[in-house]
């Protein structure tokens, strides 16, 4: 699908933004700094924050499109990791610092129109979480937990009914972190996560394609 053909998500998605011009000027120097890292993309969301230690951020997605970079969602409130944003790790309920691929979505509700890959979750689905298994960092279809850490994603509730994986450890490399989504939020910090509203994790999936590259970005507000 070209941008063309993008263009009528794309309205419909501008309709949840509340721009500020501070907000602005933090938020697109995180664009800015995804799209140096990942050039190929045209779909960025940018997670900002006060400070590495807080847990709340503000979340905006943008578009490149032919006027150049628009502002597409947000921003918005939400959530990060109980330590804040920093270098990703296992056990360390903190989100991870840097630019991110989205390469997958889930959720214990029916796709609600993503062009990512989507899996609909039942209590088989895993998300690895145990070093000693050769499927760590990965989601697994099996009727018994991988292991250590691992996460149940349909019995760990309504926050995963929506979710987008942004991978922070592509190599897979045990003691990195993993497991970390982009989902639906209960009003609470997260154990490395970004987590938005359920409505905003609607809109984000049904606007995010993989032929845009698309990629999250977390850092400072400022």
């Given at each position: 699908?070209?941008?063309?053909?993008?263009?009528?998500?794309?309205?419909?998605?501008?309709?949840?933004?509340?721009?500020?011009?501070?907000a602005?000027e933090?938020?697109?120097?995180?664009?800015?700094?995804a799209?140096?890292?990942?050039?190929?993309?045209?779909?960025?969301?940018?997670?900002?924050?006060?400070?590495?230690?807080?847990t709340?951020?503000?979340?905006?997605?943008?578009?490149?499109?032919?006027?150049?970079?628009?502002?597409?969602?947000?921003?918005?409130?939400?959530?990060?990791?109980?330590?804040?944003?920093?270098?990703?790790?296992?056990?360390?309920?903190?989100?991870?610092f840097?630019?991110?691929?989205?390469?997958?979505?889930?959720?214990?509700?029916?796709?609600?129109?993503?062009?990512?890959?989507?899996?609909?979750?039942?209590?088989?689905?895993?998300?690895?979480?145990?070093?000693?298994?050769?499927?760590?960092?990965?989601m697994?279809?099996?009727?018994q937990?991988?292991?250590?850490?691992?996460?149940n994603?349909?019995?760990?509730?309504p926050?995963?009914?929506?979710?987008?994986?942004?991978?922070?450890?592509?190599?897979?490399?045990?003691?990195?972190?993993g497991?970390m989504?982009?989902?639906?939020?209960?009003?609470?910090?997260?154990?490395?996560?970004?987590?938005?509203?359920?409505?905003?994790?609607?809109?984000?999936?049904?606007?995010?394609?993989?032929?845009?590259?698309?990629?999250?970005?977390?850092?400072?507000?400022?």
């Amino acid at each position: 699908m070209g941008l063309a053909g993008a263009l009528p998500t794309l309205v419909a998605l501008s309709s949840l933004s509340v721009p500020h011009a501070a907000a602005a000027e933090a938020d697109s120097a995180l664009r800015d700094a995804a799209v140096a890292g990942v050039p190929e993309t045209q779909e960025v969301i940018t997670v900002a924050a006060p400070s590495l230690r807080s847990t709340d951020v503000q979340v905006s997605a943008w578009a490149r499109l032919e006027q150049g970079w628009t502002r597409v969602f947000g921003p918005v409130p939400g959530k990060v990791g109980q330590q804040g944003i920093g270098e990703g790790a296992d056990g360390v309920p903190r989100t991870p610092f840097g630019v991110f691929r989205l390469d997958l979505a889930f959720g214990r509700q029916d796709n609600p129109g993503t062009a990512l890959p989507y899996t609909k979750v039942t209590n088989q689905h895993w998300w690895d979480g145990n070093v000693d298994s050769p499927t760590y960092d990965r989601m697994v279809v099996q009727p018994q937990s991988p292991g250590p850490e691992s996460e149940n994603l349909y019995d760990i509730g309504p926050v995963y009914d929506y979710a987008v994986h942004f991978d922070n450890n592509p190599a897979h490399t045990p003691g990195k972190g993993g497991a970390m989504f982009l989902h639906v939020s209960d009003g609470q910090p997260t154990l490395g996560c970004v987590a938005i509203s359920r409505e905003g994790m609607i809109s984000l999936l049904t606007w995010l394609s993989p032929a845009f590259n698309p990629v999250l970005v977390t850092g400072l507000a400022n």
